[in-house]
């Protein structure tokens, strides 16, 4: 299927990249402009910023309660942006949609981001956030039941290492992964997966911009042989918790993301992998507006449902 026309308009309106080095503070200067005002925003029963006291330091989170209610699941949420950018405020609207979709407590993590913040800075706020949540459960009125973890490209990196990080640990709570279009092979070797080469140019996420976009992260100390920085590279998936990979037609991180379900369910972890047919990276984030698109979420709330 060819590119949505919607998304190739879009595309096609964009500017060209500027010379020279990525700029992190500009970029995320612009990201932040983008932002709707409050007022714009999906309402919901209440949203609150706070500071999580976790083993990592002090995290910002911002909790979304979809509707009053004496307890709620609980879905952890970790935004994308390479590492260097995306933030509560980017990814509000996603948190929004996954709160009222699915009924559940979404908890999005402002965890640090390189380069200020050398690795594993981001990793440990997102896995100590977990394990605040569950330590803290009456606070968050959490009813003890899900317990889910989701992330958008590299946040979909963290929710798998994540949930690599809570098995090696003995830490079982997490119920559910889910990963949309996410980053896990950071080794970006166009001879390992076909769609690196196939949606290379054109598609809004270019492969000859994933080492630079990446490069904030790795050389702060990610090493994409570690299976903490590349899941793919873990030798051993079982025990995880099951799993929604949602991939994209057209994402040159199509296939990774594709592979690692495959993998899972060799290794006797329910996964399930869903491609969505003309859509690019980011489109959870940039495009969910469209309806086709928009059933992500409703998808992600059928996969969190199946106990």
């Known amino acids: 299927m060819t590119l949505h026309p919607e998304i190739a308009k879009f595309i096609a309106a964009l500017p060209a990249p500027p010379d020279g080095p990525l700029d992190p503070v500009a970029m995320r200067a612009g990201e932040e402009a983008h932002v709707p005002p409050l007022d714009e925003r999906l309402p919901l029963h209440a949203v609150e910023d706070m500071t999580a006291p976790t083993a990592s330091g002090e995290v ?11 307890s709620h699941g609980l879905l952890v949420y970790f935004h994308g942006g390479a590492f260097f950018l995306g933030s509560l405020e980017t990814h509000d609207h996603v948190a929004r949609s996954l709160a009222k979709e699915t009924g559940l407590k979404v908890i999005s993590v402002g965890y640090r981001r390189a380069p200020e913040a050398a690795y594993p800075a981001g990793l440990d706020d997102c896995y100590a956030v977990v394990r605040w949540a569950a330590d803290e459960g009456n ?12 992330g958008d490209s590299s946040g979909g990196t963290f929710v798998a290492a994540v949930a690599a990080k809570a098995h090696d640990d003995g830490f079982g709570r997490i119920t559910h992964q889910v990963l949309y279009y996410p980053s896990l092979d950071l080794d970006f070797d166009t001879g390992r997966y076909a769609s690196l080469r196939e949606n290379a140019v ?13 490069a904030f992260y790795t050389d702060s100390g990610a090493d994409p042989a570690d299976p903490l920085v590349s899941p793919l590279k873990r030798a051993d998936l079982t025990g995880l918790p099951p799993a929604l990979v949602v991939t994209a037609e057209h994402d040159p991180l199509r296939d990774e993301g594709e592979l690692y379900g495959r993998r899972l369910r060799e290794a006797g972890v329910e996964a399930t992998v869903r491609r969505y047919e003309g859509a690019g990276h980011g489109f959870v984030q940039h495009f969910s507006w469209i309806p086709e698109y928009h059933q992500v979420f409703t998808e992600t709330r059928d996969f969190l449902s199946r106990g």
């Open 60 to 70: 910002p989170v911002r909790i979304y309660t979809p509707a009053e209610a004496e």
């Open 139 to 150: 606070g968050l009125s959490w009813d003890g039941t899900t317990l889910a973890i989701a």
């Open 202 to 214: 054109g598609y809004g996420m270019e492969t000859a911009g994933l080492k630079p976009f990446n």
